[in-house]
C-alpha cells in the first residue's frame, strides 16, 4: 500500500477560510502532511489540498489561482443524463453488457467508475492512493446527495482504500468483471502535454510498477473477464487479449476467463 509519508514534501493542506481550519488539521493529520493558511512561492510544497466551490480539490503552484481539480460527478461529454445510461461504445462492450457486478481496480479520478455506475452495473472501487481516496470520498459524498440519485434510490458505488493486489483475493464475492487502468508511462518525453489530472496524478504517484502482478491477480479473482484500458500505443499487458474495443486514443483489452 502506498505510505502517505511518501507525500510529505510534496503535498499540503491549504485553506483561507476559518471554517475550514478544523478540517484542513485533521485532513492534514491523516495524510501525514502540513496545513497552511497561507502560501508563497517559497512554500516547500507543490501540491496542495483544498476545499472550494463546495468540494475538496487538488491544486499545483500553477493552478492556485484557477478552479484546482475535484472528482467530477457530472456525465462527461455526449453522455446520456438517462439512469441507466444505455451501454453503448466501447467500454460497454468491453465489460460486457451482461455483465452485472464490477470492481474497478484502478479508481484514479473516477471518471471511467462514475461512467460504469451511469451505465447500471453494481460498481465497487479500490484506490491505494489516501490523496485520491479523499478525492473520490469527497465526490462520491457529493453523488449520493444528488437529486437524481435520491430519487432514484440508486447506490452510490462503494468505496475501498487500499492495494487491489491485497483486496481481490479477500473479496468474499468474486465480481464478474475487474477493470484495469493503470498508470502507462507517456508516449515519449517530449509528447504533447497530457491532460492536467493525469500530469499532477503521475507527479504525485508515479507510473504503476506492478500493473503486471495487479492483472494476474484480476485474471485469478474475475468470474468472466479482466478489461485493461491502455493507450493505442502501448502493447497489450499480457499477450493477445481475447478481444479489444479501440477508440481515437485508447483501447480496451479483453481477457475471458475460461
Not at 25 to 42: C, F, N, P, R, V
Not at 123 to 150: H, K, T, Y
Request: proline share 5%; aromatic share 8%; hydrophobic share 40%.
Amino acid at each position: 500500500m502506498i505510505q502517505t509519508a511518501l507525500h510529505k514534501g510534496k503535498l499540503a493542506v491549504f485553506y483561507q477560510e476559518r471554517d475550514k481550519e478544523v478540517a484542513s488539521a485533521l485532513l492534514a493529520e491523516k495524510l501525514g502532511i502540513t496545513a497552511y493558511q497561507s502560501i508563497s512561492k517559497d512554500t516547500a510544497e507543490d501540491f496542495f489540498l483544498t476545499w472550494r466551490d463546495g468540494r475538496l480539490k487538488l491544486l499545483d503552484k500553477e493552478l492556485l489561482k484557477k478552479g484546482g481539480l475535484s472528482v467530477d460527478i457530472e456525465p462527461r461529454p455526449g453522455e446520456q443524463r438517462s439512469w441507466p445510461a444505455p451501454k453503448k461504445g466501447a467500454l460497454a462492450q468491453a465489460l460486457g453488457r451482461k455483465t452485472k457486478t464490477v470492481v474497478d481496480a484502478t479508481t484514479g479520478w473516477g471518471q471511467d467508475s462514475l461512467h460504469i455506475f451511469r451505465m447500471g452495473y453494481d460498481l465497487r472501487c479500490i484506490e491505494r492512493s489516501p490523496v485520491m481516496v479523499e478525492l473520490l470520498a469527497d465526490g462520491f459524498s457529493r453523488l449520493s446527495q444528488a437529486e437524481w440519485v435520491n430519487n432514484l434510490n440508486a447506490q452510490v458505488p462503494e468505496l475501498i482504500f487500499g492495494n487491489a493486489i491485497e483486496i481481490l483475493p479477500d473479496l468474499e464475492i468474486k465480481p464478474e468483471c475487474i477493470f484495469i487502468d493503470p498508470m502507462f508511462p507517456p508516449k515519449r518525453k517530449k509528447s504533447a502535454l497530457a491532460k492536467k489530472s493525469m500530469t499532477i496524478l503521475r507527479e504525485l504517484l508515479g507510473d504503476d510498477e506492478d500493473k503486471e502482478q495487479l492483472f494476474e491477480v484480476a485474471l485469478q479473482m474475475a468470474r468472466k473477464r479482466v478489461v485493461v484500458k491502455t493507450p493505442n500505443h502501448a502493447e497489450p499487458i499480457a499477450g493477445k487479449p481475447s478481444e479489444s474495443f479501440t477508440g481515437k486514443l485508447l483501447r480496451y483489452d479483453v481477457y475471458l476467463i475460461g
